[in-house]
Nanobody, 120 residues
Framework: QVRLVESGGGLVQTGGSLRLSCAAS????????VGWYRQAPGTRRALVAA???????NYADSVKGRFTISRDIANHTVYLQMNSLKPEDTAVYYC??????????????WGQGTQVTVSS
């Protein structure tokens, strides 16, 4: 069984920073592509940033230059550093990961989400 646990959300003022963590645990052979998504009330879940197994990252236009995704391969953890936060960044942030449980078998997992609230 594999679990993804997000942490680091909270309440911050406009212009502030937060760092989200997504820690994978369980029977993990490899942690492949990992993405951070967010969903605000009444909206669809949308990709914010993603990083592949080669460490190549991509970002939504709305967060480019403000957010940075990174990974700690040894500890199966992915981070999202969020700077210059804006009220429109307020959402529940979810981690999604493609996890290899063997050399040939991968599954897709979601975390439970962490709330980020940016006050104006």
């Amino acid at each position: 069984q594999v679990r993804l646990v997000e942490s680091g959300g909270g309440l911050v003022q406009t212009g502030g920073s937060l760092r989200l963590s997504c820690a994978a645990s369980g029977s993990i052979f490899s942690l492949n592509a990992v993405g951070w998504y967010r969903q605000a009330p009444g909206t669809r879940r949308a990709l914010v940033a993603a990083i592949n197994s080669d460490g190549i990252a991509n970002y939504a236009d709305s967060v480019k230059g403000r957010f940075t995704i990174s990974r700690d391969i040894a500890n199966h953890t992915v981070y999202l550093q969020m700077n210059s936060l804006k009220p429109e960044d307020t959402a529940v942030y979810y981690c999604n990961a493609e996890v290899g449980i063997s050399r040939k078998t991968t599954y897709d997992y979601w975390g439970q989400g962490t709330q980020v609230t940016v006050s104006s």
